[in-house]
């Protein structure tokens, strides 16, 4: 069974950081991309950033060029998103998916996805 399990979120202050964990167990971890989406209130699920198996980066996000990074573990399974200088805006339920080797930003491409992990930036 595929399970992806998101873990670190929380409260901070703006300007502050948070890293995201992303723990993958029931597949051959090494050969997916994992991708990162969030979902503010009242707004759709988007594609924030991406590392493909290869461990390429992509980024959908403009806005968080610069202060969002993603690295991955593969000898234990996890993706990390680190996430620095932290705004208001960027409150929202973050989550992780995993689909085939190459990253893509919608989320209909992913087949599995964790149940997310609430970021809360305050002003």
């Known amino acids: 069974e595929v399970q992806l399990v998101e873990s670190g979120g929380g409260l901070v202050q703006a300007g502050g950081s948070l890293r995201l964990s992303c723990a993958a167990s029931g597949f051959t971890f090494d050969d997916y991309a994992i991708g990162w989406f969030r979902q503010a209130p009242g707004k759709e699920r988007e594609g924030v950033l991406c590392i493909s198996s290869s461990d390429d980066n992509k980024y959908w996000v403009d806005s968080v060029k610069g202060r969002f990074t993603v690295s991955r573990d593969n000898a234990k399974n996890m993706v990390y998103l680190q996430m620095n200088t932290l705004k208001p805006e960027d409150t929202a339920v973050y989550s992780c998916?995993?689909?085939?080797?190459?990253?893509?930003?919608?989320?209909?491409?992913?087949?599995?996805w964790g149940q997310g992990t609430q970021v809360t930036v305050s002003s």
């Open positions: 998916a995993a689909r085939g080797s190459s990253c893509r930003p919608t989320i209909y491409e992913y087949d599995d």
